[in-house]
């Protein structure tokens, strides 16, 4: 499985700086974080703090199903084609839990075989409605253990807004 790391652009910013005024770059002071980190992109010393791994095969599939398995809750996001169900698809599938994060990519592998998994899993999806009509779509049915916790509801009873006082803003 593949980790992901954000490219470095501040660093090659600096550079591609220094290379026009002739100089070479000055290696910035690491600053560290509340947590003493060093924050510094361009330190390679700097482990991630959360891992991210691109999903493009059955292996990898299999492989995240054993992360996911020791999970409680898990969160979940999708990215799609269009806004109806019916006649557009999922493009990316996006899981995170305690242990990393995982990009499903729906064109280049069948996200299915993680259905098991997440039906008896708290799901934390940002308008459920939306991405559960998706996921309906290709089968998906919520277990009986399983539950949805919906960001979107959550943030409207906090702000006690409803979803047509948004308009009147």
Request: include cysteine; hydrophobic fraction near 35%; proline fraction near 8%.
């Amino acid at each position: 499985m593949t980790l992901y790391r954000p490219p470095d652009y501040l660093g090659k910013a600096r550079g591609l700086h220094a290379t026009r005024l002739g100089t070479s770059p000055v290696p910035a002071r690491p600053k560290d974080d509340s947590k003493g980190r060093g924050t510094d992109p361009g330190d390679s010393t700097v482990k991630a703090t959360r891992k991210y791994a691109l999903i493009t095969t059955p292996d990898q599939v299999a492989e995240m199903m054993t992360y996911l398995g020791v999970a409680t809750r898990v969160a979940l996001d999708l990215e799609t084609t269009g806004l109806d169900p019916c006649r557009d698809r999922i493009r990316l599938l996006t899981l995170t839990t305690e242990q990393g994060s995982w990009l499903v990519d729906c064109f280049e592998v069948d996200p299915r075989p993680l259905f098991p998994i997440l039906t008896e899993k708290e799901l934390v999806i940002h308008n459920a409605l939306f991405d559960l009509g998706f996921l309906f779509q290709m089968g998906f049915e919520p277990g009986e253990n399983g539950g949805v916790l919906d960001t979107m509801l959550i943030s409207q009873l906090l702000k006690g807004l409803h979803p047509k006082d948004k308009e009147d803003e």
